[in-house]
């Protein structure tokens, strides 16, 4: 499938899409402290994004049985929240979640501290969210794709990070997932050349190890295979001629 180029009309429903999920991710961002279940964070997900009469495009998705992605210290993405899975001082935890409105999806990630974390999983969180702010310093017309994932590949290795490689950004519109593929790490090759009106999930998933991961039994939560922790950060993008718009960041927001 080719990449989809949208319409000024298109646009604008990405926009409010984002708009919502960003507002979604803020008041889940304040749910975040020891004691809460990611199951409780997953209903209170769920029911944010209804109450602005989204769909949660999670949900079902491939069978996945949840509407927020709520993945712990060693899990990467895809964790699958649970009531008996608690929160502790201590850890990390990424939130992954995305909703439809008026037909259109919108999709974005954060990584947070539990209460008090260690200087290390402190910069590994930081160190993941500025990847993305270096692989988009490409994300405009003219730039090929992959000049992102060489950006954020070169900036996580100084930290001596491991770049997941087994899952990737994509394009993102009428359908959660469409092309392009967008890898996080080192391509040989350029990439499609970006134009204004691609919009585009960058996500880079960065490990305090390995780049290595596996699956576990419940064939969703994606897990490093060497227990480092991970983290996750994860943005819908306009492409435009000039800077891109980050359309699930509001102006003031982390
Ligand atoms: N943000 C993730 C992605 O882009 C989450 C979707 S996977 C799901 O693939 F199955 F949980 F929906
Ligand atoms: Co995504």
């Known amino acids: 499938m080719a990449v989809t180029i949208k319409s000024e009309r298109e646009i604008e429903l990405m926009r409010e899409s984002c708009k919502i999920l960003a507002e979604v991710h803020a008041k889940l961002g304040e749910a975040v402290m020891p004691g809460i279940s990611t199951g409780e964070i997953n209903a209170l997900g769920e029911q944010l994004i209804r109450s602005y009469d989204c769909v949660p495009n999670f949900l079902n998705y491939n069978g996945y049985p949840a509407s927020i992605c709520v993945s712990v210290n060693d899990e990467v993405v895809h ?110 090759r350029r990439g499609v050349r970006l134009r204004a009106g691609m919009t585009l999930a960058i996500e880079p998933m960065i490990n305090m190890g390995s780049y290595q991961v596996a699956w576990l039994d419940d064939d969703w939560t994606v897990v490093t295979q060497d227990g480092s922790l991970s983290a996750h950060y994860e943005n819908t993008v306009l492409i435009t001629k000039g800077e891109p718009e980050i359309l699930t960041l509001l102006p003031g927001m982390d």
């Open 79 to 188: 964790g699958i929240p649970s009531k008996d899975r608690i929160l502790n001082e201590g850890d990390i935890v990424s939130l992954d979640a995305g909703l439809i409105y008026k037909g259109y999806h919108s999709d974005a990630a954060r990584t947070y501290p539990v209460g008090q974390i260690s200087d290390e999983a402190a910069q590994l969180i930081a160190v993941t969210r500025q990847s993305f702010f270096e692989g988009i310093k490409y994300a405009r017309e003219g730039c090929h794709l992959h000049d992102i994932s060489n950006a954020i590949d070169a900036y996580c290795g100084r930290f001596g990070y491991g770049v997941v490689r087994d899952l990737v950004g994509h394009g993102i519109g009428t359908s959660l997932h469409e092309d392009p593929q967008i890898p996080n790490f080192r391509q040989w």
